[in-house]
């Protein structure tokens, strides 16, 4: 019994020491080494770093969010490498070009030229120690920690700023503490590898400083961060097989990129949602990545998308595309489109109680970029603002246009609510002139009688029940031109009453 624990102990150990692989400068690409990353900008949620130790990760639920040719350089073939005189290799990106010291010891940061923080301008940010990246050889354990700085000074008028100030000084104090934490088995959408992880945690601290006429220099940003960067490294890849950048120590991913090796992914190149709402003018290319080129597609029946990796005139909806590689190995590319918001109005109206003084207040909502009004009206009114003041009554009809082209129209009454109501012989109402005594009389049963001034005031207002004849004393209205509303069963009727 002794001798089989023993075994298999030492049978144990074996397999942990061989699972511990160590990293060294052969696992770094070297000039004219080129590696496709694919990038992940909102990873699933919950989708958690692991533990440490002896580790089985899986993160083939990741996607592809864009894609990044990563290019290894000679520096000297860069067009900023006389700025990094001892940098042995840089990859160039979309944004920027990294310059990094790689030698039998280290990996590291020598600077970067291009536009790391999206500031919008060009920077050359050299820094002071190289920031480690790795230490060489690394096995489970391996740590280390460093502080580096830069700083740079950049014109205010590169940042569009030169009416305010004369310079801007950007300031940044990185330090960095390194442990690769745990080993083992890795599965990403490109492939599955044997890795060593390192967990790094980079404090960055802030600082710029702006210099005004007549001021000197005056600090106006001090802020810091912390990022919590987890990269899973294997022999012989040439860069981590896996990046990504975690909520906290052990959390969850924020964001990732994984390099893109033999296993078949797909991704969207773009997607545009219908620009109207119900329309069906969608449309989205997809991509394979990985595998075995060429590829081939397939969209579902009911897209004109075919065998093609585009498809248009789609609806909103969820479309799953099929994507083949040469060996004949598939994976589904799911596009989703959404309708935009509908485009909706409605209208506060003002009626009219004197002449033109009538006015419309649209509420328009939904839709896309800037709106246009285009309304006709009575008499050929026409006009192109959202709102309308001083009009008439009468009916007017506006048609709003979104940025997209797309359109909705409503019709709107404006009513008479005043004095100048044509004479309706609904009801009759004697004497007229009066003095103050008026009867009213109709033919169906008076609801109510409302007496209306030439601004549209209320000034008397009764009810009344089953009766067809009311009268009423006005005597303490003064003299002047009334609007009489009877409310009956058949509807509202109007006329003018004078009082002298």
Not at 238 to 253: E, F
Request: charged share 15%; proline share 4%; aromatic share 10%.
């Amino acid at each position: 019994m002794r001798k089989t624990l023993l075994s298999a102990i030492a049978l144990f150990t074996a397999i942990s020491s061989f699972a511990q692989i160590t990293i060294t400068q052969a696992d770094f690409g070297t000039a004219g080494d080129s590696i496709v990353i694919g990038t992940d900008v909102a990873p699933p949620a919950n989708l958690n770093v692991g533990g440490t130790g002896n580790q089985t990760w899986d993160f083939t639920s990741l996607s592809v969010s864009n894609i990044n040719t990563l290019k290894f350089e000679n520096p000297a073939n860069t067009a900023s490498g006389n700025i990094f005189p001892n940098s042995d290799i840089a990859t160039e990106r979309q944004q920027d070009t990294i310059f990094y010291d790689l030698n039998g010891n280290e990996f590291s940061i020598d600077g970067v030229t291009g536009d790391p923080f999206n500031l919008g301008v060009n920077l050359a940010v050299n820094f002071t120690p190289n920031v480690k990246q790795v230490e060489f050889p690394s096995t489970l354990n391996s740590s280390f920690t460093v502080t580096a700085y830069f700083d740079t000074v950049m014109s205010c008028a590169a940042l569009g700023l030169g009416g305010s100030c004369d310079s801007v000084n950007i300031k940044r104090k990185v330090n960095i503490t390194s442990n690769f934490d745990a080993y083992g088995t890795v599965e990403t959408p490109g492939g599955t590898y044997t890795c060593l992880r390192q967990y790094l945690l980079e404090q960055n601290t802030d600082t710029v400083w702006a210099k005004f006429p007549f001021i000197g220099w005056q600090m106006f940003l001090d802020s810091a961060s912390t990022v919590h960067n987890y990269r899973w490294y294997a022999n012989a890849e040439q860069w981590p097989v896996l990046s990504a950048i975690a909520d906290a120590q052990n959390g969850n991913l924020t964001f990732a990129e994984f390099k893109v090796d033999d296993n078949l992914i797909s991704y969207s190149v773009n997607e545009q949602n219908p620009y109207c709402n119900g329309d069906c003018s969608g449309s989205a290319t997809v991509s394979g990545l990985g595998g075995v080129p060429p590829y081939a597609y397939q969209w579902p029946a009911s897209t004109n998308g075919g065998t093609n990796a585009n498809a248009s005139n789609l609806c909103a909806g969820t479309y799953d595309v099929t994507v083949y590689d040469a060996n004949g190995d598939s994976t589904i590319q799911v596009v989703e489109l959404e309708n935009p918001a509908a485009l909706s109005v409605s209208a506060s109206v003002q009626g009219v109680s004197m002449g033109n003084d009538g006015a419309i207040d649209l509420n328009v909502s939904g839709g896309s970029g800037t709106k246009t009004f285009s309304w006709s009206g009575p008499n050929g009114f026409t006009a192109t603002t959202e709102d309308l003041e001083n009009i008439t009554n009468g009916t007017y009809t506006v048609i709003v246009t979104d940025g997209n082209g797309c359109d909705t129209s409503v019709s709107i009454s404006v009513e008479l609510t005043g004095i100048n109501n044509l004479e309706n012989l609904s009801f009759s109402m004697y004497p007229n002139p009066t003095d103050g005594a008026v009867t009213i009389a109709t033919k169906t049963n008076i609801n109510s009688v409302r007496v209306l001034d030439v601004l549209g005031n209320l000034v008397n207002e009764n009810s009344f029940k089953n009766r067809t004849k009311v009268d009423l004393n006005l005597t303490n209205l003064n003299s002047g031109l009334y609007l009489i509303e009877v409310t009956t069963e058949d509807g509202i009727h109007l006329k003018k009453l004078t009082i002298h």
